[in-house]
């Protein structure tokens, strides 16, 4: 305050001047045509202004403070444009100094441009040509600043998101035909819920600390109206570091022509990785993307964070869409469901993330795309499922099969309980497709509790695929020669089943009641196989039997005995070769043999023991008994001739 | 869009053929008749596309699109999807499924299939060329800004220099392996599957061109060879397949792979090497007279621009233009010294006047374009399905399944 009069009348000097040259400015404004005497005047007074102000010929002021301002922050400037290396790497203060010195340039510009009349002095338009020039190497300096820092400090994924790679490299689907190993499917489903638990986190693709930095250089760059450069670096950085991405992802660039000849291990591991990828890249990568997008440019009203988030991420999202697309048009085949139904759960859970990142304010189809791929998927998935049932109707046996358990069982039984693991997806998906011939399915009996599972769509038509499998294994039974191989071949396939049903989770969806018929059907089988096996050799140890035949053709008892032990040696020599895996179910089949066959045996023996003479009964009850007991172990035996008589 | 515009008349002309064909099913006159019909229309839609203006082949100012121009190019995508509807509508509806898996049908739909498979590639590829151009049109933008200062120094033209300098290297070497030197330094990271840890500069990139610019298809593909394949078994159908439906499936392999062959001609598209010479329309058929001028046309221009040693830019009339002003202009620039001569800023602010129009032409058009070809991806897709589902049906009406 005390510091003087003398500023105080300074100031009140300058407000005068001010004032008084606002009124000479209005007035110059106002007039269109000076007189000469004006202009001199004017001139005068050009000429009694102190250094520190220059008149323009049409009036108007600068400080001519300005020229050597550019000078000095021309200097800062242009001593970066000799030296070798990048300002940011030599810390905050060269930094900020630049900055500073690349905004003053740019008020000066703004002052000068501002003021167009003062461009017609000569003087005025060298400044600001120079300081334009100037600006011109900061703003290209600046660009090479930019990219440095966006690579320097672009960081990778932190492992943890990187670890269910492995998965993909192992796994690959092999439900084919060929494939007889009972858990490959079940192993592979598990991989797929690894990925959700932590998969929702964002990361920083950029180290936070270089933040600042990227949106300072932008608010410059900006500020020059640089934007365009601004963002065509950003957007090709970004890009790049998005490719390079993807290839750690191990995604291929391939055609269209190249994915739909592809075979079908190529195939699955290709969609695997593509499932895979896609969730990282969406719900991990991009969404981090369009953070930092957002960080770095969400203050510029002039450039929408989203369009370049689009020019980044675009021709990647392509690559998979194009990839589904290629999938969805192929044939519909069986093998292929649990992949496309991989592929589509993976969609249809980062829809709302895709409809976030790609809205259509964007003007970018990319999020329609994905909902028309979503429902190509769900199509392709209805039709492969569609396939299955025609190939569990229509396959038939293409060549010599044994009376075990049949590879199509094992097939089918392993692709219901794999069906099983998409249940959600699939009872949304299989609620509208015809499933005609579902009749067939029983509903659950009066008084039995009807459980969600029983009813639900995929319940149904998993019963209608189980109905479907019986009845081609009736039909394949007649490629099988003679009626009790025919029974064994159903017995161990239908108990195959049942087990398959009762050991899993299919129970719930095909209830008690459904399975209480399939083990019906399997007894229905059992007795079947005991009538036509031994009905003959049972005959002959009747006694009844004696009465419809005459007594000159009557055989004797001992005949009879002999007769029926060939018979029995016969089917020995037979069903020993033959195989029943189950041990209960064989060890079920030995009891009820014994049950019928040599208890009846035991009776005729003891009946008429004296009649046929103990040298001429080659095996009491007990030996036969034990000889039942080498039925269905897989390896023909013969009961030595040599014992014979 | 022009697309629906088209859309209600070929529609309604569909409608007509249906009743025609549901009322005379099996009349073989009537299948003539059709399929004359169906070459007409062709031939027409295509006669469409040469304007009074480019036949005389002067470039004044005309109502019309100019020849190639990204109008040009989205009427000819147009034609293109109108051919198709048409030619489905000959093929399948109120045909008896079973002709089509019959002989020769049998042999042809798989040929027109594969054809159709690399023609989605084909898309692909061209929809991410457009992509590059965009690329051009922001470095040329930028150079247009810069020139429009006034007053003009050497800050500017500097700028204007180094903008343009990268927008035609990016021409360049867009479809070469590279060779091209770049005008400016750029800084890249170690090739692809390096785990990304080092950092180091590397000259091979114009003007800061993504690397990620081979995008869309494999590095190895070729848009010539596919157009070569594609009409390498394409024969014009003989004697009594002549009047049949090996016809209209010769008719629309032609006007597919014509049509394609274009899109590559006008649009950067990755290896596009003897492309003038890969692909012939048969000029002995009525209905393709037009397709013959313009295929005519058209290989001129490209061996115009492989005679001139550089590997062809697209022809794009709006990429050809901004080519010939970012030459100029460069010129200028490079050879900037202030003060200019009044007349020199003149001649040079009519020029940028010029390539701001084109970029604005591209901003206009260059993303309906895109959306169009991929609307031709998505019928291509479509059609393929129909025709299999009919096939499938034919297969199976046989023997019923559940």
């Known amino acids: 305050m005390e510091d003087g009069e003398s500023t105080a009348t300074d100031h009140e000097v300058q407000n005068h001047l001010a004032a008084a040259a606002k009124h000479i400015m209005m007035a110059l404004k106002a007039c269109r045509n000076l007189t000469d005497d004006t202009k001199k005047v004017l001139s005068d007074l050009n000429s009694c202004l102190p250094n520190k102000l220059i008149l323009g010929e049409c009036g108007g002021w600068l400080l001519i403070d300005s020229e050597e301002q550019i000078k000095h922050y021309g200097e800062v400037i242009m001593r970066w444009e000799t030296e070798l290396g990048m300002i940011w790497d030599h810390g905050d203060t060269e930094a900020s100094s630049y900055l500073n010195a690349v905004t003053e340039i740019q008020k000066i510009v703004k002052t000068i441009g501002s003021h167009p009349m003062l461009l017609s002095n000569g003087k005025q338009k060298e400044l600001s040509l120079r300081a334009h020039h100037i600006l011109q190497r900061a703003m290209s300096k600046l660009k090479q600043e930019l990219m440095h820092i966006l690579i320097q400090h672009k960081q990778c994924f932190a492992p943890e998101y990187m670890s269910f790679r492995s998965h993909v490299e192992d796994a690959v689907y092999d439900e084919s035909f060929i494939s007889v190993e009972e858990d490959v499917i079940e192993s592979l489903s598990s991989g797929d819920d690894s990925g959700s638990s932590s998969d929702k986190c964002l990361v920083n693709l950029i180290h936070p600390k270089a933040i600042s930095s990227i949106k300072s250089i932008a608010s410059v760059m900006f500020a020059s109206e640089d934007d365009k450069e601004f963002c065509r670096s950003f957007v090709n950085i970004r890009k790049d570091a998005l490719e390079?991405?993807?290839?750690?992802?191990?995604?291929?660039?391939?055609?269209?022509?190249?994915?739909?000849?592809?075979?079908?291990?190529?195939?699955?591991?290709?969609?695997?990785?593509?499932?895979?990828?896609?969730?990282?890249?969406?719900?991990?990568?991009?969404?981090?993307?369009?953070?930092?997008?957002?960080?770095?440019?969400?203050?510029?009203?002039?450039?929408?964070?989203?369009?370049?988030?689009?020019?980044?991420?675009?021709?990647?999202?392509?690559?998979?869409?194009?990839?589904?697309?290629?999938?969805?048009?192929g044939t519909p085949q069986p093998e292929r469901l649990f992949l496309v139904l991989d592929m589509y759960e993976v969609l249809a859970d980062l829809m709302l993330d895709i409809d976030s990142l790609f809205n259509e304010e964007t003007g970018?189809?990319?999020?329609?795309?994905?909902?028309?791929l979503l429902s190509r998927l769900a199509d392709?998935?209805?039709?492969?499922?569609?396939?299955?049932?025609?190939?569990?109707?229509?396959?038939?046996?293409?060549?010599?099969?044994?009376?075990?358990?049949?590879?199509?069982t094992n097939y089918t039984m392993n692709y219901l309980k794999t069906l099983i693991t998409y249940r959600e997806t699939l009872n949304f998906l299989l609620h509208d497709l015809g499933a005609d011939g579902l009749d067939c399915s029983p509903e659950p009996e009066n008084g039995e509790e009807i459980s969600s599972y029983v009813s639900c769509p995929l319940a149904q038509h998993a019963r209608l695929l189980a109905s479907l499998l019986q009845e081609n294994l009736e039909n394949r039974s007649k490629f099988l020669k003679g009626e009790p191989m025919q029974h064994i071949f159903l017995m161990n396939n239908i108990n195959y089943m049942v087990q398959k049903i009762k050991d899993s989770e299919l129970r719930q969806y095909f209830g008690d009641e459904w399975i209480r018929r399939l083990i019906g059907n399997l007894h229905r089988h059992a007795n079947d196989y005991i009538r036509t096996t031994w009905s003959s050799a049972l005959l002959l140890?009747?006694?009844?039997?004696?009465?419809?035949?005459?007594?000159?053709?009557?055989?004797?008892?001992?005949?009879?005995?002999?007769?029926?032990?060939?018979?029995?040696?016969e089917i020995y020599k037979s069903q020993t070769g033959w195989v029943v895996p189950d041990s209960q179910l064989r060890e079920d089949l030995h009891i009820s043999t014994s049950q019928?066959?040599?208890?009846?045996?035991?009776?005729?023996?003891?009946?008429?023991?004296?009649?046929?003479?103990?040298?001429?009964i080659r095996y009491n009850g007990d030996e036969l008994e034990n000889l039942v007991l080498d039925f269905f172990e897989g390896s023909t035996r013969s009961l030595g001739s040599s014992r014979r008589r | 869009m022009p697309a629906t515009e088209y859309q209600g008349s070929f529609l309604s002309r569909i409608s007509i053929r249906r009743n025609q064909v549901v009322s005379m099913d099996g009349n073989h006159e009537q299948e003539l008749e059709e399929l004359e019909i169906f070459q007409k229309n062709i031939s027409e839609r295509f006669s469409d596309l040469i304007s009074d203006d480019s036949s005389s082949s002067s470039n004044s100012a005309s109502s019309s699109e100019p020849f190639l121009s990204i109008a040009w190019?989205?009427?000819?995508?147009?034609?293109?999807?109108?051919?198709e509807a048409e030619f489905k509508a000959v093929l399948i509806m109120g045909r008896d499924p079973s002709l089509i898996s019959k002989p020769p049908l049998d042999r042809l739909i798989p040929e027109l299939f594969d054809r159709a498979v690399k023609a989605l590639d084909i898309c692909n590829a061209v929809m991410h060329g457009i992509d590059s151009v965009r690329q051009c049109q922001k470095l040329a933008e930028i150079a247009a800004?810069?020139?429009?200062?006034?007053?003009?120094?050497?800050?500017?033209?500097?700028?204007?220099?180094k903008a343009l300098a990268g927008l035609l290297s990016a021409m360049g070497i867009d479809e070469t392996s590279g060779g091209h030197k770049s005008a400016e330094r750029s800084w890249s990271f170690g090739r692809r599957g390096g785990g990304g840890g080092g950092v180091s500069v590397t000259k091979d990139r114009g003007s800061g061109q993504s690397r990620a610019s081979t995008w869309g298809v494999p590095k190895n593909w070729s848009a010539a060879k596919q157009i070569q394949v594609m009409s390498?078994?394409?024969?014009?159908?003989?004697?009594?397949?002549?009047?049949?439906?090996?016809?209209?499936?010769?008719?629309?392999?032609?006007?597919?792979?014509?049509?394609?062959?274009?899109?590559?001609?006008?649009?950067?598209?990755?290896?596009?090497t003897g492309l003038a010479t890969h692909f012939q329309v048969p000029r002995q058929l009525g209905w393709a007279q037009s397709m013959v001028w313009l295929h005519e046309k058209i290989g001129e221009e490209l061996k115009k621009k492989e005679k001139k040693g550089a590997s062809p830019v697209g022809l794009l009339e709006e990429i050809q233009k901004m080519e010939k002003l970012g030459q100029s202009l460069l010129e200028f620039s490079d050879g900037f010294q202030y003060p200019v001569p009044e007349e020199k800023l003149d001649e040079a602010a009519a020029q940028v006047a010029d390539l701001t129009e084109t970029c604005r032409r591209m901003e206009d058009g260059l993303v309906p374009l895109q959306h169009q070809i991929r609307e031709v991806f998505h019928r291509i897709v479509r059609s393929r399905t129909e025709v299999l589902d009919v096939l499938d049906h034919a297969g199976k009406s046989s023997a019923p399944s559940v």
């Open chain 2, 232 to 272: 390498a078994n394409l024969v014009a159908p003989r004697g009594a397949e002549a009047s049949g439906l090996a016809m209209p499936v010769y008719i629309m392999s032609i006007v597919t792979v014509f049509v394609m062959w274009a899109l590559i001609a006008a649009i950067p598209c990755q290896e596009r």
């Open chain 1, 364 to 372: 970018s189809r990319i999020g329609i795309e994905f909902h028309e």
């Open chain 1, 596 to 616: 019928k066959v040599i208890q009846a045996y035991r009776g005729f023996i003891g009946r008429n023991f004296a009649q046929i003479g103990d040298q001429y």
């Open chain 2, 73 to 83: 190019v989205r009427k000819l995508l147009d034609v293109f999807l109108c051919c």
């Open chain 2, 145 to 161: 800004a810069s020139l429009e200062q006034r007053p003009l120094g050497e800050g500017q033209a500097r700028r204007a220099k």
């Open chain 1, 244 to 329: 390079e991405y993807l290839a750690i992802l191990r995604m291929e660039q391939l055609t269209m022509e190249d994915t739909l000849k592809m075979d079908q291990n190529a195939l699955s591991c290709e969609g695997k990785k593509w499932v895979w990828a896609l969730r990282i890249i969406i719900r991990v990568y991009l969404r981090s993307e369009r953070c930092f997008c957002d960080q770095i440019l969400g203050e510029f009203g002039r450039v929408s964070p989203n369009r370049i988030f689009i020019e980044i991420a675009g021709s990647a999202m392509w690559q998979f869409i194009n990839f589904g697309e290629a999938i969805a048009m």
């Open chain 1, 380 to 408: 392709y998935a209805k039709g492969s499922f569609s396939e299955f049932r025609n190939c569990v109707v229509s396959d038939r046996p293409r060549k010599p099969f044994s009376s075990g358990i049949h590879r199509f």
């Open chain 1, 541 to 569: 140890l009747k006694d009844h039997v004696e009465l419809d035949v005459s007594p000159f053709h009557r055989p004797s008892h001992r005949s009879r005995c002999n007769k029926f032990i060939a018979a029995f040696e």
